[in-house]
């Protein structure tokens, strides 16, 4: 069992920053790949970021690239998502996950394991 807290969320007018953190506890955190997803209202969750075990490779969805960053330090057992330009676009409750399938399946929300409670960012115009 993995337990997932996020924070760092919050109200941040458009073209400012944020970063999300992620805290895991339970079982070995380096073994998990982790990701980052979103859902806005009326939307389906969506994929943002997700970062290997060792975390040696991201990758990110087309929408956040060149803006968001995923990072995870395993000696901490955290995840981050430093999130600049944010756009309102952008709005949405941010969720991280723990997966234990292949990285090449990490955009897919129906292959992690755990999840967090989300945290809430607002983007205004």
């Known amino acids: 069992q993995v337990q997932l807290v996020e924070s760092g969320g919050g109200l941040v007018t458009a073209g400012g920053s944020l970063r999300l953190s992620c805290a895991a506890s339970?079982?070995?955190?380096?073994?998990?790949?982790m990701g980052w997803f979103r859902q806005a209202p009326g939307k389906e969750r969506e994929f943002v970021a997700s970062?290997?075990?060792?975390?040696?490779?991201?990758y990110y969805a087309d929408s956040v690239k060149g803006r968001f960053t995923i990072s995870r330090d395993n000696a901490k057992n955290l995840a981050s998502l430093q999130m600049n330009t944010l756009k309102p676009e952008d709005t949405a409750v941010y969720y991280c996950?723990?997966?234990?399938?292949?990285?090449?399946?990490?955009?897919?929300?129906?292959?992690?394991?755990?999840w967090g409670q989300g945290t809430q960012v607002t983007v205004s115009s």
């Open positions: 339970g079982r070995t955190f380096s073994g998990y790949i």
């Open positions: 970062i290997s075990a060792s975390g040696f490779t991201t």
């Open positions: 996950g723990a997966s234990s399938a292949v990285y090449g399946l990490s955009s897919r929300s129906n292959t992690y394991d755990y």
